[in-house]
């Protein structure tokens, strides 16, 4: 938003965390890819809510405001990133003589499938705030009450609901987390405890992963071991964490347009996968659905460097549409 100040190892983290989304979607299900396709699904959407968490501030004194709230930051990047997408699919849908029916149901519904589909974040954030909001007005014992019942609900619960409702409910523990933990994250280490903490989460992580095998918030997919959920997802966002602490020295404007322009990095980069594999296609660099996992970090570094100008051009030109990020 508009005048918050930055939170540099935030910035880092997010930067991090927004290309593993990237790389997430072009990473397969098999082999060492489909290890480390499964690492990062661990915990890199648990972080964006985790701090999310961390950087939210109640400012609103009644339910309206927070409605316009919701409806400027989070309802209107997600009907112009999702419109913006679309419209470079035209072609496509053209040449295929396709009428875009899917995508208008996956828009309307936060489906979540589709190029721009990764937008579903911003609706299932909406209601995390939203409920959020009611939640912190009751005591911390009701509040932890609640957090225990989240996570047994959103395992037992056997359907899935429009608009990822029931996503919302699997997240608000990360949030409440992130939103609590703030004070707890100002703490300095000694650069070596940092660094040793960073690669014992790193290898516990791993382990976390190999024993629970594929997760997901998006499809709530609990993995092999439902109880070993939220332990190593925290795991992960605290690995995150600790090595986001390690660059906060180091600034560059580069990771702060990066970290304030994730969600419409989450929007786009799907249709900027599709135009970059249409050229190395056509460039004879490639085959289009065949790439090397080398290939793939590139591809997914690529994308975020074209991603970085358009980030620039909306903040300039149209920053009410990404709900005034810079």
């Given at each position: 938003m508009a005048g918050v100040q930055r939170i540099n190892w935030v910035d880092w983290g997010k930067a991090f965390a927004i290309y593993l989304v990237v790389l997430g979607h072009l990473l397969s299900n098999n082999g060492i890819e489909g290890k480390i396709h499964d690492y990062i699904y661990l915990f890199h959407m648990p972080f964006f809510f985790f701090i999310s968490g961390l950087l939210f501030k109640i400012k609103e004194n009644n339910i309206r405001e927070m409605g316009l709230r919701i409806w400027r930051s989070l309802i209107?990047?997600?009907?112009?990133?999702?419109?913006?997408?679309?419209?470079?699919?035209?072609?496509s849908w053209i040449l295929g003589r396709e009428w875009p029916v899917?995508?208008?149901?996956?828009?309307?519904?936060?489906?979540?499938?589709?190029?721009?589909?990764?937008?579903?974040f911003l609706c299932c954030l909406a209601w995390v705030w939203l409920a959020f909001y009611y939640i912190s007005?009751?005591?911390?014992?009701?509040?932890?009450?609640?957090?225990?019942?989240?996570?047994?609900?959103a395992w037992a619960f056997p359907y899935t609901l429009f608009w990822r409702i029931d996503t919302a409910v699997m997240v608000l523990p990360f949030f409440m987390a992130g939103y609590y933990g703030k004070k707890l994250l100002t703490w300095q280490m000694a650069a070596w405890k940092t660094v040793l903490a960073a690669i014992v989460l790193i290898i516990v992580t791993a382990g976390f992963s190999c024993l629970d095998g594929y997760v997901s918030v998006y499809i709530r997919s609990w993995g092999n071991y439902p109880v070993l959920y939220y332990p190593a997802a925290f795991a992960g966002i605290l690995m995150l964490v600790m090595v986001s602490k390690l660059l906060d020295k180091y600034r560059t404007k580069v990771i702060y347009v990066i970290s304030s322009g994730t969600i419409v990095i989450m929007g786009l980069h799907g249709i900027v996968l599709v135009y970059l594999k249409s050229a190395m296609k056509h460039l004879g660099l490639t085959g289009f659905d065949h790439y090397s996992m080398g290939e793939k970090f590139l591809l997914g570094g690529m994308t975020i460097v074209v991603l970085y100008f358009v980030i620039l051009w909306l903040q300039r030109y149209c920053p009410r549409y990404i709900g005034n990020r810079k």
């Amino acid at each position: 938003m508009a005048g918050v100040q930055r939170i540099n190892w935030v910035d880092w983290g997010k930067a991090f965390a927004i290309y593993l989304v990237v790389l997430g979607h072009l990473l397969s299900n098999n082999g060492i890819e489909g290890k480390i396709h499964d690492y990062i699904y661990l915990f890199h959407m648990p972080f964006f809510f985790f701090i999310s968490g961390l950087l939210f501030k109640i400012k609103e004194n009644n339910i309206r405001e927070m409605g316009l709230r919701i409806w400027r930051s989070l309802i209107v990047p997600y009907i112009f990133l999702n419109v913006l997408s679309d419209i470079f699919l035209i072609p496509s849908w053209i040449l295929g003589r396709e009428w875009p029916v899917n995508n208008l149901v996956y828009f309307l519904t936060a489906d979540g499938r589709g190029e721009p589909g990764p937008t579903w974040f911003l609706c299932c954030l909406a209601w995390v705030w939203l409920a959020f909001y009611y939640i912190s007005k009751l005591s911390y014992r009701w509040q932890w009450a609640i957090v225990i019942a989240c996570g047994v609900v959103a395992w037992a619960f056997p359907y899935t609901l429009f608009w990822r409702i029931d996503t919302a409910v699997m997240v608000l523990p990360f949030f409440m987390a992130g939103y609590y933990g703030k004070k707890l994250l100002t703490w300095q280490m000694a650069a070596w405890k940092t660094v040793l903490a960073a690669i014992v989460l790193i290898i516990v992580t791993a382990g976390f992963s190999c024993l629970d095998g594929y997760v997901s918030v998006y499809i709530r997919s609990w993995g092999n071991y439902p109880v070993l959920y939220y332990p190593a997802a925290f795991a992960g966002i605290l690995m995150l964490v600790m090595v986001s602490k390690l660059l906060d020295k180091y600034r560059t404007k580069v990771i702060y347009v990066i970290s304030s322009g994730t969600i419409v990095i989450m929007g786009l980069h799907g249709i900027v996968l599709v135009y970059l594999k249409s050229a190395m296609k056509h460039l004879g660099l490639t085959g289009f659905d065949h790439y090397s996992m080398g290939e793939k970090f590139l591809l997914g570094g690529m994308t975020i460097v074209v991603l970085y100008f358009v980030i620039l051009w909306l903040q300039r030109y149209c920053p009410r549409y990404i709900g005034n990020r810079k």
